[in-house]
């Protein structure tokens, strides 16, 4: 940082220190909601029904064009997927149920909703003043569980049912949840306010909710005045505790400002909302140009996290072409590039690679999907950009009728499916290196560690690769598991070992300090040094030097080539450097696989689709197959395992390792690589 950007980081902090703790000394959990006083004076002069009536009848901004027009969103909804009207319709039953889906899996909360309790571990929070919160219970707890909850994504499940069927059961229980938390959660009080991005991401699922619901006879102009209030109360806190510093912005500020873009451009009679808007909006851009790389890529590096970055700036760009306000044409550019950093990480499955950090957030969600499924990003792109280059199928997406609705049904269908597969590609500044032929897929990180160098979301990954081919991932990221909930395991997920990468004298390639949970040791930037891409064959060469800080430095280096007609590719790994070391190569395998160790090498294989991981280069290896687990959604694991190759050399040391997957029923290549020990 600058000197100038120091004193203004100090500045700043100072500014924070002094506003929560007079915030802390005055407040009192009952006198911190929105009064009638209060609410009067910010409609600025307009009354209460006059509001409660342009509401229920979608005039102004609605949250997306698709809830502008509510009813031919539905018609063509049920036209196009008449198994989502019972569909929904299960999803609602589970949420009157209190069943609701956190993470992938229903969680049971009880006949009365606990807002502070986690319920996967059982433990609550108290309702302390938010500036002497604590983040970590131990024992289990989980703020991000507890958070997931508590962001009201399952109103909008409530919604759509309620827009398919108009089945008023629904209408009531979105109004008892509403009323409920609520009263449970007064203003800066509580787990739930502890940073204004959950409540700006909590404010967009209730507006989008609301917007599904404001044709039912049960919204009273009561429940449209709580709806004000709760929404008043959340801009408020937002705008007093933005996450933005001069040494690192994320995105933490970005969901902030979409959360105030989105009350002030819905709600335009609240009194701050013009200020609301101009403040977000402005700074939303110049956010896009700081976090989102030339390339296209979110800075932090994190592929999940890219979805989550694309999502606000998605929902900020529909809003203002919804409303007529231009945006410059380098930024819709931006945007162009993020949907096409999507198209190409997307493995042919349509499922995304979890690079880096993933708790699986998304800032609105029409339909529950899986948590890895990216793929209905591509029809948003092509009816949002107006781009064939998006249409990757003559079938729309739900979710992006609720997003753009009939109107965007028509885009759509004007649109040429583009039959061109997504090619291999470098994305130079981010140093994400995607290789790829019709079924075959690789991705290999040599990024940094996000951020500018700063992040949070990174791994001990450098040069590691995943792999897919024939219909599934066969060398896999492991996800993460958890952040909070525990330190041990939350290191274990982001740990060299459990990524396809190479271990030296048993260190990480990033330190991992214990405690720091979202902070690795110096930041590890590969070099990357050749990246070559044709019909033939893609080759990607780089090294890293994470290793330099040994006693007896190493540097890494591994060059990768995908030999595209023959479908397998070539790992060369070399070590420069001094002394004896130890090498650990891992390739840690999807859950599904089992895997034997061979005279040719290891064979892992699910029973349709195998994987051959073979050395060339005719070292003793000790080989091993070890215990892991895979985390397809934020707090859950799956049993799988890893191979490792073990060796003690000395520096300067090289390694060949080939990556051959194939059919089993492909007895001839089969029987080949089982049989030959120089395949």
Not at 287 to 308: I, K
Not at 396 to 412: L, N, S, Y
Not at 555 to 570: L, P, Q, Y
Request: contains cysteine; proline residues 4%; glycine residues 6%.
């Amino acid at each position: 940082m600058t000197p100038g950007e120091l004193a203004a980081e100090a500045a700043l902090r100072a500014r924070r220190v002094v506003s929560r703790t007079l915030s802390r000394l005055v407040d009192d959990p009952q006198a911190s909601y929105i009064s009638d006083e209060e609410l009067a004076r910010s409609l600025d002069g307009h009354s209460l029904a006059e509001v409660s009536a342009r509401l229920r009848e979608g005039r102004g901004t609605c949250l997306t064009p698709g809830l502008a027009d509510l009813a031919a969103t539905s018609t063509a909804i049920r036209e196009l997927f008449p198994g989502s009207i019972e569909e929904s319709g299960g999803e609602a039953d589970a949420v009157l149920a209190h069943q609701i889906r956190i993470f992938g899996s229903a969680c049971d909360l009880g006949r009365s909703i606990d807002w502070h309790r986690d319920p996967r571990s059982g433990l609550s929070w108290p309702l302390k003043h938010y500036s002497r919160m604590p983040l970590m219970l131990g024992h289990g707890a989980d703020v991000r569980v507890l958070w997931e909850l508590n962001r009201l994504q399952h109103l909008t499940t409530l919604g759509r049912a309620y827009a398919l069927t108009s089945d008023e059961r629904y209408t009531e229980e979105f109004l008892l949840q509403v009323a409920s938390w609520y009263e449970a959660n007064p203003p800066r009080f509580g787990p739930n306010w502890i940073n204004a991005m959950e409540a700006a991401i909590r404010a967009v699922n209730v507006i989008a909710a609301f917007q599904m619901f404001r044709n039912s006879p049960n919204l009273t102009d009561e429940a449209i005045e709580l709806y004000l209030k709760m929404l008043i109360s959340h801009g408020k806190f937002i705008l007093a505790n933005l996450e933005f510093t001069h040494r690192l912005a994320s995105n933490h500020f970005l969901s902030d400002l979409i959360g105030l873009f989105a009350i002030g451009m819905t709600i335009p009679e609240i009194k701050p909302s013009r200020n609301w808007v101009s403040f977000s909006a402005e700074r939303l851009l110049i956010e896009m140009d700081r976090q989102v790389l030339a390339d296209g890529v979110d800075y932090e590096g994190a592929v999940a996290y890219h979805r989550f970055v694309l999502e606000i700036f998605t929902l900020f760009f529909s809003i203002n072409r919804d409303a007529g306000v231009e945006i410059p044409k380098p930024s819709w550019e931006r945007l162009e590039a993020m949907f096409d950093y999507v198209r190409h990480y997307l493995k042919p499955d349509g499922a995304a690679p979890r690079v880096g950090d993933s708790d699986d957030g998304r800032l609105l969600q029409f339909r529950l999907r899986s948590a890895d499924d990216h793929s209905y990003l591509m029809p948003i792109a092509a009816v949002l950009m107006n781009n064939n280059k998006f249409k990757l199928s003559q079938v729309i997406d739900e979710e992006t009728v609720w997003w753009f609705g009939a109107a965007g049904r028509e885009v759509f269908d004007s649109l040429a499916v583009n039959e061109q597969p997504a090619a291999s590609r470098a994305f130079p500044d981010a140093q994400i290196f995607i290789q790829r032929r019709e079924h075959f897929y690789s991705v290999i990180d040599c990024g940094d560690h996000g951020a500018l160098g700063r992040g949070s979301h990174a791994h001990s990954d450098a040069l590691s690769i995943e792999v897919f081919a024939h219909g599934r991932t066969l060398l896999r990221d492991p996800g993460t598991f958890v952040y909070t909930g525990s330190q041990r395991w939350r290191n274990r997920f982001r740990s060299t070992a459990y990524h396809n990468t190479v271990r030296v004298d048993g260190e990480e390639i990033s330190q991992i300090t214990p405690g720091a949970l979202f902070i690795l040791g110096s930041n590890v930037r590969p070099r990357v040094s050749l990246w070559e891409s044709d019909g033939e064959r893609d080759v990607l060469d780089a090294e890293h030097d994470g290793y330099a800080r040994l006693s007896q430095p190493v540097i890494h280096r591994r060059v990768v080539t995908f030999a595209k007609r023959d479908g397998h590719w070539t790992i060369r790994d070399i070590f420069s450097g001094q002394g004896r070391h130890r090498f650990e190569f891992f390739f840690n395998l999807d859950a599904g696989l089992k895997a034997r160790i061979e005279r040719a090498g290891v064979i892992a294989h699910d029973g349709t689709t195998a994987l051959a991981i073979l050395p060339l280069s005719g070292h003793a290896f000790e080989v091993k197959i070890a215990t892991r687990w895979v985390s397809p959604a934020y707090g859950t694991r799956i049993r799988s395992s890893a191979i490792m190759y073990r060796l003690d050399a000395e520096v300067p040391f090289e390694n060949i390792m080939q990556l051959i997957p194939y059919r089993l029923a492909d007895d001839k290549l089969a029987r080949r690589i089982s049989l030959t020990s120089d395949f």
